[in-house]
């Protein structure tokens, strides 16, 4: 095939359908079991100044496709050639290792049913041989235009998903300042529970990733133990501070806590699944806590992981009305309490971290 062939195929196209600018600087691979094919492209290409790889191997050319440091503007490829491989096969490949790459196919046994299957499968357009060199440079300009808005498209939605990224940050870390100035409010009416939620808060994170949970989870459980006694706020003083053992009526009030931080939390979107850990962290697997006596997989996991937190900073500080327990008796009511009232795997995560010691300097655990 000569370049007169080209020529003579096909009418010539308006020079206002070219943009030769597409055209510098691109990169654009040719595969063509016709080596003269090749080289009137590559020869036509580089001097539009073009950077054009060819192939008369559609292997090599397989190679080249799926090498991540060849990045081609468009690919112009044979459909049938005598190797094993054709390009449909190179098509595939392509659409594989570089889905914004418009590939072109070309075909010197034009039919309908080749030209319905090349865009079935995915090509860009489709050429017939013998062609006309401006038809090839007009198709070649669009391919490239299209490169070049799918990847500033693609670059759009990379730079949006960032900024909505950060912009998620900003917000959480509102959110969590925001709740943390809270929480230092509500413990001020008690000195001895200051420093708890964000003592629990540490913790509950500290468990999860020794319980291989999601970072995901993160953000829900830290504002959980941060706002897990947010429904205090309902609690009087009287019995708030009380330094004696609570009457039974009493000790009811108190047990509206986990009720009033639930409808204080829930209305607000961003804290409803916040909401449900502070309104089960005093279920019990066993059926036998409050307020809504649920049991075992009723309890959402988050829930048992921020009740074992809770309890432990309860049970290793010096409170009111206690002293503070020593490491191995905070082991053995967890040990004697696994099944019943916490959850048993999350006990062994506990038990494994105490007995490494994470927790001696934060709380000065002792043995007895």
């Not at 790889?53 to 090498?67: F, H, L, V, Y």
């Not at 075909?107 to 090839?136: C, E, H, Q, S």
């Not at 010096?318 to 082991?331: D, F, G, N």
Request: aromatic fraction near 8%; hydrophobic fraction near 40%; proline fraction near 4%.
């Amino acid at each position: 095939m000569t370049t007169k062939d080209f020529s003579n195929s096909a009418s010539k196209c308006s020079a206002s359908e070219v943009d030769v600018g597409f055209f510098i600087g691109a990169r654009i691979l040719v595969i063509d079991d016709d080596e003269i094919i090749c080289e009137i492209l590559t020869q036509f290409l580089s001097q539009k100044g073009v950077h054009c790889d060819a192939t008369s191997d559609p292997q090599e050319a397989a190679s080249w496709i799926q090498n991540r440091a060849n990045v081609y503007d468009t690919i112009l490829s044979d459909i049938y050639m005598p190797y094993g491989v054709t390009g449909h096969d190179l098509l595939a490949i392509a659409l594989e290792s570089s889905p914004l790459t418009p590939f072109v196919l070309m075909t010197g046994r034009p039919t309908l049913d080749n030209a319905i299957d090349a865009i079935r499968l995915g090509a860009y357009d489709y050429l017939t041989k013998p062609f006309n060199l401006d038809y090839v440079q007009v198709t070649l300009t669009r391919a490239l235009h299209y490169r070049r808005l799918a990847m500033q498209n693609q670059s759009y939605q990379e730079n949006l998903e960032m900024e909505v990224n950060e912009r998620t940050r900003e917000l959480q870390d509102f959110l969590i300042n925001s709740v943390k100035s809270l929480s230092n409010a509500l413990e001020a009416r008690d000195p001895y529970t200051q420093g708890h939620a964000k003592r629990v808060s540490d913790m509950v994170i500290t468990f999860a990733r020794e319980l291989n949970i999601d970072e995901s989870h993160d953000v829900a459980l830290r504002l959980a133990a941060l706002l897990h006694d947010v429904g205090k706020i309902g609690v009087p003083d009287s019995i708030l501070l009380k330094p004696d053992k609570l009457t039974d009526e009493e000790y009811n009030i108190m047990k509206t806590h986990p009720d009033i931080g639930y409808k204080i939390l829930a209305p607000i979107p961003s804290l409803r699944e916040v909401s449900r850990y502070v309104h089960e962290h005093h279920e019990r697997m066993d059926g036998k806590g409050y307020p809504r006596g649920l049991s075992g997989n009723q309890i959402h996991f988050n829930s048992r992981l921020l009740m074992v937190a809770e309890v432990f900073d309860a049970l290793a500080t010096e409170r009111v009305y206690k002293k503070a327990w020593s490491k191995s008796k905070i082991v053995n009511f967890y040990q004697e309490n696994s099944g019943t009232a916490f959850d048993p795997k999350v006990v062994g995560a506990l038990v494994n971290l105490v007995n490494q010691g994470i927790f001696d300097k934060l709380y000065d655990l002792k043995d007895d």
